[in-house]
């Protein structure tokens, strides 16, 4: 018997005993669905990490002063601090080849209380950077309602939608805010006050009560605070944005940083770990679902010891006529591995069709819960879909392999005497 000569062989066996055949692939069918839907999520969300760690920029980095506590302020910072970020490192930094954008940061201390005075109120707030952009995972950077987002060097103020209605002002007089005057108010705990005349230059989506200014204010409200001329000069920038021309650049320079006895935190860091964690989850519902394809197998096995008994009489004129051993194994193992196949596309099939219906489903329950996110969550990547189906037939053909070898065993004389 030739190879094609078996392939037609097993696939009209296939198709002798529909419904065994089909209750066989059935357990292919949900361990492959399993595999599919699991698998495709983690894909889903492994690229939805992605996208949203390259929309903040892989090709950024954060640069902190030694012994800098990251994203606050305290007193004790500065004690620990045996190095400073002064303007002569950002100078530097921005004179340095594959370097895009370099963006310093200055904090005022938790204990500063800020207010904002305007349109007759006195509304306490809190400051957030001078360069507005999502600070969570899954979260986009916050878009402008009205007016820009651009600071400029000093005297502008960027106004969040909360801070706004807050104000008492409606949203469909925003337009009418932008170039307005305002005063940020700083005030300590023995009743001494300081007021900054501020320009509104812009007002974000955001509902939280915020206000954002100028590295140049932040240097101004800070002096102000210890009662000194220039903090900078003791004190330096709390924290420097570099923004590089591409990722191997940024991690070039995340490298002569550290040498250079600063903190630098990256994002590839967190893209690394977060990929390495959707990759053990993905084994996981892999191995989840290949619990059903074990049991498959097992279902597979019973069918084909069925049609072995069955065809044991087939079997004997088979090799009566001169086909071998190995030749009925291939057959029979063929036909196992066409249902394992066969179960392996039909749950493949479905659960595409299953991820389909889930992804408008998910961006529904996001959108009600305020959740800027978009994208699909049930990916079925060209991998995924061919390893599924090889997955599947494999199963068939580990499942058939048992079986195949007790039908190529039988004595061709007493196969021909079975009823």
Do not use: C
Request: charged share 15%.
């Amino acid at each position: 018997m030739t190879l094609p000569d078996q392939i037609r062989t097993a696939l009209s066996n296939v198709g002798r005993r529909k419904l065994r055949s089909a209750l066989a692939s059935l357990g292919v069918v949900v361990g492959t669905l399993t595999i599919v839907v699991m698998v495709s999520l983690a894909e889903g969300v492994r690229q939805q990490i992605n996208h949203q760690f390259a929309t903040i920029g892989l090709d950024r980095l954060t640069v902190y002063a030694p012994g800098a506590r990251r994203g606050g302020f305290s007193p004790l910072d500065l004690l620990m601090r045996k190095k400073i970020i002064t303007p002569d490192d950002v100078s530097e930094w921005k004179a340095l080849p594959g370097v895009v954008q370099v963006i310093p940061e200055i904090n005022l201390p938790p204990s500063v209380g800020l207010a904002l005075a305007w349109n007759g109120t006195n509304l306490p707030v809190r400051m957030s950077g001078g360069t507005p952009r999502g600070e969570f995972l899954f979260q986009e950077a916050p878009q402008p309602l009205a007016g820009s987002l651009d600071l400029p060097e000093s005297g502008g103020i960027v106004l969040s939608l909360g801070t706004v209605q807050a104000a008492g002002v409606s949203s469909n007089d925003l337009t009418r805010m932008i170039g307005q005057t305002v005063q940020a108010i700083l005030h300590t705990s023995r009743g001494e006050t300081q007021s900054f005349n501020l320009r509104i230059q812009g007002i974000t989506q955001e509902h939280s009560t915020e206000i954002q200014v100028s590295v140049a204010d932040r240097i101004a409200m800070k002096n102000w605070w210890f009662n000194t001329t220039n903090t900078l000069e003791s004190e330096g920038y709390d924290s420097v944005t570099i923004r590089s021309a591409d990722v191997s650049r940024a991690q070039a320079l995340t490298a002569q940083l550290r040498s250079d006895g600063f903190q630098v935190q990256s994002l590839e860091v967190f893209v690394e770990i977060a990929n390495r964690i959707v990759t053990v989850i993905a084994l996981m519902f892999s191995l989840i679902g290949s619990i059903a394809l074990l049991v498959a197998a097992i279902g597979i096995a019973n069918t084909m010891v069925m049609a072995i008994y069955e065809r044991t009489r087939e079997i004997g004129i088979l090799k009566a006529m001169g086909a071998s051993r190995r030749e009925i194994r291939q057959m029979f193992m063929i036909e196992a591995g066409f249902i394992g196949m066969i179960g392996g596309t039909i749950g493949l099939l479905l659960g595409w069709l299953f991820g389909l219906g889930l992804n408008p489903i998910i961006q529904i329950i996001l959108k009600h819960r305020d959740l800027p996110i978009h994208g699909h969550f049930f990916v079925v990547t060209l991998t995924l879909a061919l390893g599924a189906i090889l997955f599947a037939t494999l199963i068939g053909l580990v499942a058939g392999l048992l079986p195949a070898q007790r039908a190529a065993k039988l004595d061709p004389l007493e196969a021909l005497r079975h009823e």
